[in-house]
């Protein structure tokens, strides 16, 4: 029993621990952090702090950078900015109430002073000094940069994924920018930098890991904007290409060794990178061409037997994939290369992230009738919503699933092709083409059509498991994606 | 060993046993309570009010189904519902039709014998939000072309019968699913399709068109 005894005063000490660091915890500061602010003519990186979780900002050095005369009164603990007889702003310390010419004004946290230090809250910018000095403050809450006067900053939105063995940074920006890459290996990192215009990124670090890259993020903390991207050893080679003449560009981190033939990302081989990128329709119609295998993982789709809708498509899209490549010399991707499960979202983000020129998602059909050949082309329903989202073409912000709204007219002419050739290869089988509010394709800003081969439940459909069988399906929709880069070349 | 430690012991002791006594059979129990939340929360089981009063007159409604190796996805069989005073009601009873199937040889059940409707509300603007039980998609045999003659031919039925409801929102499992089986999109309500119909549009949707318009 006297090992409890020993013990209580360790409890004790523990708990009087434990309490100080609840009553203490309120004025414990975060690492301090430099916080630009972006003027006109002039960018200055001041030194923020961090005090009971508002961020503070040094007012002598910002008020040194917009030349304002002051007053730093000890004794009174009083800050006045402007001309001593009639000041535009008077601060108190530990103060919410501060004097903004001549009228009162409420800050949302209290003015402090520590040594010779005065720290204001951010919205002192836009509460006092946008007041007196006419430049205009814009800080969106949670970022770590401001905006003043007329400054319009590039917004940034960036995005990764794996292609295959490569993995794609897919960097966009509202105006034109020059990205230079900056590899400093021994350290496994990448620094992009993006000249001396501001950014306002999306989001500052961007949620994503793989194989080759270990993270992702924004920092322009001293005022000169840059992605910083930590690699693992696994990078050999990081290819910077542009489109969209800047405002779109692809960062690739290849494996060491890794063809450029080889990935899906790259030209094709011929062709250096840089000018295919550049020219999207040299002589070709069509760059890019993503294949949709539906369904996966936990979603096997349609089965019969021991046939499931999710092997068969990513079978024939995988032959379709290779007999694309060879025949028209296109970049194909594939959604899904593996059995795995994805949203609707992410596979026409796919699409949406590469600049696809067509998207193809691959079914295989299932009718409850057994006489039914269940084979069907679908493009998207024309504002199938309904009033609840009518939209009109000059919206600068369309919804989510409205992004197929430019293209559909042309999906609808791919789809008449890819139905006249499958009459000519499968006569006997119906394609009709049906439109429904179908959600891979809702959200595909190219021409997107979704089609089902077969049917799943109909004994007679068996031959679509056979290879040979498959590889007539996939010439056929070859010479229909001929057909349609044949119709984009003499701009049709 | 002191008096005090003693009884201390036999507290802990005691309470420790009535603790274990929680945790026997703790599966069984709540799967047995899940169970009794489960068929109280299926009005269509033991309905707690009826659908429709003795002396309400009966209703002619065309219900859509898909057809068997059909031109059109969907055609319609004439069956009767009787006018009930809540439009609820009527959308409830027309769902039954749908439910239950056709009685023509020429047409196809078009919801998975499982489903269940939960429930189905009606909002000022004319959208009808029909909740079904997960059976509907977990028991969905999949394939566009059924899939979406599974959702329009609650939606079709519901519009083409009931003029007030102008659009239906699909819910599954009382809650919002992007999609049915993989496919069609539920995340905004639809509205009547009869394009993928051989049956004309309905003689008064012109009138109560005008009518909502005034």
Redesign the interface.
């Known amino acids: ?1 006297t090992r409890f005894v020993v013990r209580a005063p360790l409890f004790a000490v523990l708990l009087v621990l434990a309490a100080a660091f609840f009553f203490y915890s309120r004025s414990i500061r975060a690492a301090d952090d430099r916080f630009p602010i972006y003027f006109d003519d002039s960018t200055v990186a001041l030194k923020t702090e961090n005090v009971n979780r508002a961020t503070y900002l040094p007012l002598k050095e910002l008020v040194d950078h917009l030349h304002l005369p002051y007053t730093d009164a000890k004794i009174l603990e009083l800050f006045t900015i402007g001309s001593s007889n009639n000041p535009s702003i008077v601060l108190a310390k530990n103060s919410r109430l501060i004097q903004v010419n001549g009228q009162q004004t409420l800050l949302a946290f209290p003015v402090l002073r520590e040594g010779q230090q005065w720290l204001v809250p951010i919205d002192f910018l836009t509460q006092a000094l946008s007041r007196v000095t006419g430049v205009e403050f814009r800080y969106k809450p949670g970022a770590s940069r401001i905006f003043a006067g007329k400054v319009t900053p590039a917004e940034l939105v960036m995005n990764a994924q794996a292609l295959g063995s490569i993995t794609r940074l897919t960097i966009g920006t509202s105006s034109p920018v020059n990205l230079n890459l900056k590899r400093d290996a021994t350290q496994h990192r990448a620094v992009l930098e993006m000249g001396s215009k501001p950014v306002d990124p999306l989001r500052e670090r961007l949620d994503y890991r793989d194989r080759l890259v270990r993270s992702i993020a924004f920092e322009d903390s001293d005022g000169a904007p840059r992605i910083v991207i930590e690699t693992t050893d696994g990078v050999g080679d990081i290819r910077v290409s542009k489109a969209e003449e800047g405002r779109v560009h692809f960062v690739d981190f290849l494996k060491p060794g890794a063809s450029p033939e080889a990935e899906p990302a790259t030209a094709p081989p011929g062709l250096p990178s840089a000018v295919t990128k550049l020219d999207p329709l040299a002589n070709k119609g069509i760059r890019v061409v993503v294949i949709d295998p ?2 996966g993982g936990m ?1 096997a ?3 019969s037997g021991g046939v499931t ?1 999710k092997d068969l498509a990513l079978a024939i899209s995988r032959t379709l994939r290779t007999a694309l490549r060879d025949r028209l010399g296109v970049t194909v991707l594939l959604t899904r290369d593996s059995d795995v499960a994805l ?2 979202e992410a596979r026409s983000a796919v699409a949406n992230n590469n600049q696809a020129d067509l998207f193809l998602s691959l ?1 295989i ?5 057994k ?2 050949s ?1 084979s ?1 082309i ?1 493009v998207i ?1 024309e504002d ?6 009518a939209v009109s073409s000059d919206r600068l912000f369309l919804p989510w ?1 409205m992004g197929y709204h430019a293209n559909r007219n042309v999906s609808g002419g791919f789809a008449s092709t890819l139905q006249e050739e499958f009459h000519k290869t499968l006569p006997d089988w119906k394609f ?1 083409i ?7 394709l ?1 959200s595909t800003t190219m021409p997107a059509v ?1 089609f ?1 081969i077969g ?3 109909s004994a007679a459909n068996s031959q679509i498991v056979d290879g040979g069988f498959q590889g007539r399906i996939v010439s056929t929709i070859v010479a229909a994606v001929e057909r349609f880069a044949a119709a984009r070349r003499s701009g049709a | 060993m002191p008096r005090h430690i003693k009884i201390g012991i036999i507290v802990l002791a005691v309470g420790f046993a009535i603790t274990l006594g929680f945790f026997v059979d703790i599966v069984g129990r709540i799967r047995s309570v899940a169970n009794s939340a489960e068929t109280e929360a299926n009005p269509f089981k033991q309905p707690p009010a009826p659908l429709y009063a003795p002396t309400d007159p009966p209703m002619p409604v065309k219900i859509f189904f898909p057809t068997a190796a059909g031109e059109s996805l969907l055609s319609a069989e004439q069956k009767t519902i009787f006018k009930s005073a809540e439009l609820t009601n009527r959308a409830k009873q027309i769902l039954q039709k749908v439910l239950e199937g056709p009685s023509n040889n020429g047409l196809l059940p078009s919801i998975p014998m499982e489903a269940k409707v939960q429930e189905v509300f009606l909002s000022a603007d004319g959208t009808a939000f029909v909740d079904f039980s997960n059976a509907i998609s977990t028991n969905h045999p999949g394939g566009i072309q059924n899939e979406q003659a599974t959702i329009y031919s609650i939606v079709d039925s519901l519009t083409y019968n009931l003029p007030e409801i102008h659009q239906v929102k699909i819910l599954i499992g009382g809650t919002e699913k992007e999609t049915l089986a993989g496919h069609c999109l539920l995340l905004v309500p639809l509205e009547m399709d009869l394009s993928i119909t051989n049956v004309p549009p309905p003689p008064e949707t012109k009138d109560s068109q005008a009518a909502h318009a005034n």
């Open positions: 029993m539906g369904h979603d789709g349609a089965t809708e949203t609707n079914h059909g299932y009718s409850p009738d006489r039914d269940g069907s679908y329903k199938f919503a309904g009033q609840t989202s699933y009709p049906r439109s429904g509010p179908i959600a891979v809702a979704a089902e049917n799943l439940n």
